[in-house]
């Protein structure tokens, strides 16, 4: 029985990764159990600068999910090469996907060259889709010229391959991947989380600080799943697939839709073991569906 | 951290809207008072933070307010059913700071943790003075037990309906080495501008993982950026800011 897929040229040793924002910089699961066992994971998304992020309160609940609306908090692109890399180096011997926000294109540009020097860093994961942070983020990823100049930018001053992390919160998913991959991406992610919101009955107003956040959890999973499917039928570049993914069943299911590898979120917060029973979980149930090579179901819902 | 299941050994009214929950199963992650467990509700997407009352061996107690559909669903579970709980959670009280006569405060439902504190104190020999600030009196809880311990124990209530009226900074004695203080984030504050001398405090957040990796949960501090759920819940006074 073989886990393993190719990534960007990269080799897995399963499919399975930690999607940004919910694993730190790694090294805090680590004391939870061997993050080796990992395909590898996407760390927290960084930006040029430090942020402190959103005012309290950030995080919510819904029926089968979340909504979180952090706002980008990190240490900086300094602080994380000067410091969280090396303390990961310690406990993960793996290339790491390092995801990046920016505020204008030389943000990105700039963070990902930085980035991009560091031997750990086996991936560019950019994100255009943080909904957020205002200026930034998400309003880079919901219109294709903005999309494709940000790409084009990171592409022009980096050297490992390059995924764009893509908004859900678009009237056509699809032409967004596509001017990505004119630009020049290497793979995509998708999806990242969709705006959303809760009011509290008690006051009467919005249950978040900054009104609206980032819904994930099961509850979008078959969102995520549709936008895969559609995404794999205009694009020939790699689609790395997230959105409530949970179990080994979702990982089949998205890499059935078109994803090469997933990423799992929502469910390392409710559990810290999450993407470590996954991967648990995979051989039995690729057993149960007769699936020999995980690389061999990679688009196979499709005609 | 650990993960584990515990069963319900004891699920029981304390006060108005008040329970007490003890859980039978492996303790052994829990380290300080003021730490905190994170359990998982049937149908309910995030965990419940929750902090210790007390931790012995092979038996954890909390108790928690009825404030919303979770805790509602908590108030009907029977005993012997298990919950899945992440144990061993935050920093908790750091003891050596107490001196001979520290003082602790709690407001409402912050008195819980305190508990567990107060018995590390005695145990210690400290002479250890206890101030809890309810609303009303039907919500009073656990004077007995502080006093059982062998503390000294004011009341208050915002009410007058019961011991001192007002909050617990209108019961503040005076002499004191130490103090910890646990309740409200008005509280905190107040605690935080009247109490005189040094102390910790320890914070309630809205958190989503409970063990640091969302960070939905932190507060700026003058050390930067903290996560209540992973550099806290408890705070030294001279890193706290306020917003």
Known sequence: MDLSVSLCGTELANPVIPASGTFGYGYEFAEYYDIDCLGTFSFKGTTREPRFGNPQPRIAECAGGMLNAVGLQNPGVEAVISQELPRLAKCFHKPVMANVSGFSVEDYAYTCAKLDAQAQVGWLEVNISCPNVHGGGMSFGTDPAAAAAVIRAVKAVTTKPVLAKLSPNVTDIVSIARACQDAGADGLSLINTLQAMRIDLKTRKPLLANVTGGLSGPAVFPVALRMVYQVYEAVSIPIVGLGGVSSAEDVLEMMLAGATAVQAGAANLIDPYACRDIIAALPGVMEKYGIQNLRDIIGGAHG | ?243
């Open chain 2, 1 to 243: 951290m650990k993960k584990g299941l515990f069963t319900i050994a004891e699920n029981a009214p304390l006060a108005e809207g008040v329970y007490r929950l003890r859980l039978a199963g492996d303790a052994s992650a829990v380290t300080a008072p003021g730490q905190f467990v994170n359990i998982a509700l049937p149908g309910r997407y995030l965990r419940r933070p929750f902090s210790l009352c007390d931790a012995e061996e092979g038996m954890l107690t909390l108790i928690y307010k009825v404030v919303g559909g979770g805790t509602e669903q908590m108030a009907a579970m029977e005993p012997g059913r298990t919950l899945d709980v992440l144990t061993g959670l935050g920093n908790g009280f750091d003891l050596s700071l107490a001196g001979q006569t520290p003082l602790l405060l709690g407001g409402g439902i912050g008195s819980a943790p305190l508990y567990l504190l107060a018995k590390k104190l005695r145990a210690a020999g400290k002479t250890v003075s206890v101030v809890l600030g309810f609303n009303r009196r039907s919500e009073v809880f656990y004077e007995q037990e502080f006093r059982a311990l062998g503390c000294q124990v004011t009341v208050t209530t915002a009410d007058g309906s019961y011991g001192v009226p007002g909050f617990v900074t209108d019961g503040l004695p005076t002499g004191c080495s130490f103090y910890y203080a646990c309740g409200p984030e008005p509280m905190l504050r107040a605690v935080y501008d009247r109490a005189a001398g040094s102390g910790q405090l320890s914070f309630e957040a809205r958190m989503g993982c409970g063990f640091g990796a969302c960070v939905g949960c932190t507060r700026q501090t003058v050390g930067g950026p903290k996560r209540v759920c992973k550099d806290g819940p408890v705070f030294q006074k001279e890193e706290i800011l306020w917003t």
